[in-house]
C-alpha cells in the first residue's frame, strides 16, 4: 500500500505551482497525492490575473473527508489566502496524528499577494506551533521575524526566533542572496546546512512548492527531516537545471527529475 501525503494549497492552472506542483512531486516520490483547494488562482508563466479564495468551511471540509477515509502520513499547507482559512486549518491541524510542513506562502513568483495581511498574525500564533517543520524563504522569514536578513548568519537567527514561535524546525531558504543556494535547517538543537551552486535561469516557477512537497513526501515515506531535506534539495536543484524551458516567462521546473533515492 502506497504512502499517502495531503496537501493544502491554492490552484495553479498553468501546472507549475500550488496543488498542480505537489501532486506531481507527490506522484514522483513514489507516494499517493490527495489535495484540499483553499484557492483558485488566474495565472500563467508571465503573471497572477485574479485569486479567489474558497469559504474556511469547505476548506475545512475538504479536508475533513481525507482524514476520515484516506488519512495522510505527512501533509503541507501552501497558499493559504485569508485569515479564516489559516485559523479552519490550525482547527484541523489540532488533530493531526502526522507531521506538518508549512509552506507560508505569501507572495506569487510574479509578485501577486497570496495571503492578507491580517492572516499572518494568525499563522503566527495559529499554525507554526502545529509545524513539524516550516519553509520561509527570505522574504517570508523576513515578514514573520520582523527584521532583515543579508546572510547564512541572518538565516541562523531567523532560524531560532521562528523556533521560539513553536516550530519543531525551521528551513530557512537562502535562493535570494547572491552566491551558491545554501538553506539553513534548524531540527531541535541540530543545525544542517544544504548548498548548492546556483543555476542562471528564470524558469524557477513554483520551486518553492515542489521543494516544501518533496520534503513532505520524505517525511510520508518515513524518512528523517534531515534526510527529507537533503534528497528534496537534491530533487528541486535538478529539476531546475533540467526545467523543460516552458512559458513566456517564469516557466516550471521538471517535476520528472530524478530522485536520489539512497542516503
Same mark, same amino acid.
Given at each position: 500500500?502506497?504512502?499517502?501525503?495531503?496537501?493544502?494549497?491554492?490552484?495553479?492552472?498553468?501546472?507549475?505551482?500550488? %496543488?498542480?506542483?505537489?501532486?506531481?512531486?507527490?506522484?514522483?516520490?513514489?507516494?499517493?497525492?490527495?489535495?484540499?483547494?483553499?484557492?483558485?488562482?488566474?495565472?500563467?508563466?508571465?503573471?497572477?490575473? +485574479?485569486?479567489?479564495?474558497?469559504?474556511?468551511? !469547505?476548506?475545512?471540509?475538504?479536508?475533513?473527508?481525507?482524514?476520515?477515509?484516506?488519512?495522510?502520513?505527512?501533509?503541507?499547507?501552501?497558499?493559504?489566502?485569508?485569515?479564516?482559512?489559516?485559523?479552519?486549518?490550525?482547527?484541523?491541524?489540532?488533530?493531526?496524528?502526522?507531521?506538518?510542513?508549512?509552506?507560508?506562502?505569501?507572495?506569487?513568483?510574479?509578485?501577486?499577494?497570496?495571503?492578507?495581511?491580517?492572516?499572518?498574525?494568525?499563522?503566527?500564533?495559529?499554525?507554526?506551533?502545529?509545524?513539524?517543520? %516550516?519553509?520561509?524563504?527570505?522574504?517570508?522569514?523576513?515578514?514573520?521575524?520582523?527584521?532583515?536578513?543579508?546572510?547564512?548568519?541572518?538565516?541562523?537567527?531567523?532560524?531560532?526566533?521562528? +523556533?521560539?514561535?513553536?516550530?519543531?524546525?525551521?528551513?530557512?531558504?537562502?535562493?535570494?542572496?547572491?552566491?551558491?543556494?545554501?538553506?539553513?535547517?534548524?531540527?531541535?538543537?541540530?543545525?544542517?546546512?544544504?548548498?548548492?551552486?546556483?543555476?542562471?535561469? +528564470?524558469?524557477?516557477?513554483?520551486?518553492?512548492?515542489?521543494?516544501?512537497?518533496?520534503?513532505?513526501?520524505?517525511?510520508? !515515506?518515513?524518512?528523517?527531516?534531515?534526510?527529507?531535506? +537533503?534528497?528534496?534539495?537534491?530533487?528541486?536543484?535538478?529539476?531546475?537545471?533540467?526545467?523543460?524551458?516552458?512559458?513566456?516567462?517564469?516557466?516550471?521546473?521538471?517535476?520528472?527529475?530524478?530522485?536520489?533515492?539512497?542516503?
Amino acid at each position: 500500500m502506497p504512502s499517502i501525503a495531503l496537501t493544502i494549497a491554492g490552484s495553479d492552472p498553468s501546472g507549475g505551482a500550488g %496543488i498542480q506542483a505537489d501532486l506531481k512531486t507527490f506522484h514522483q516520490f513514489g507516494v499517493y497525492g490527495e489535495a484540499a483547494i483553499t484557492l483558485v488562482t488566474v495565472q500563467n508563466t508571465v503573471g497572477v490575473r +485574479r485569486v479567489e479564495c474558497l469559504a474556511a468551511d !469547505l476548506v475545512a471540509a475538504q479536508i475533513q473527508a481525507v482524514l476520515e477515509d484516506l488519512p495522510p502520513a505527512a501533509a503541507k499547507t501552501g497558499a493559504l489566502g485569508n485569515r479564516a482559512i489559516v485559523e479552519a486549518v490550525a482547527e484541523m491541524a489540532e488533530r493531526f496524528a502526522f507531521p506538518l510542513v508549512v509552506d507560508p506562502v505569501m507572495i506569487s513568483k510574479h509578485g501577486a499577494p497570496l495571503m492578507a495581511a491580517e492572516a499572518c498574525q494568525s499563522l503566527i500564533l495559529r499554525l507554526i506551533p502545529k509545524a513539524r517543520l %516550516i519553509t520561509p524563504n527570505l522574504p517570508e522569514a523576513e515578514v514573520l521575524t520582523g527584521f532583515s536578513i543579508q546572510d547564512p548568519a541572518g538565516m541562523r537567527r531567523a532560524a531560532l526566533r521562528l +523556533r521560539q514561535m513553536g516550530a519543531a524546525a525551521v528551513l530557512i531558504k537562502g535562493g535570494h542572496l547572491t552566491g551558491d543556494a545554501v538553506d539553513v535547517l534548524l531540527d531541535g538543537e541540530e543545525w544542517h546546512e544544504y548548498s548548492t551552486a546556483r543555476i542562471r535561469t +528564470r524558469h524557477t516557477h513554483g520551486t518553492g512548492c515542489t521543494y516544501s512537497a518533496a520534503i513532505t513526501a520524505g517525511l510520508a !515515506l518515513g524518512w528523517p527531516l534531515a534526510e527529507s531535506v +537533503r534528497r528534496a534539495k537534491a530533487y528541486i536543484t535538478e529539476a531546475i537545471r533540467t526545467n523543460p524551458g516552458l512559458g513566456a516567462g517564469s516557466g516550471p521546473v521538471n517535476h520528472h527529475a530524478k530522485i536520489a533515492r539512497e542516503p
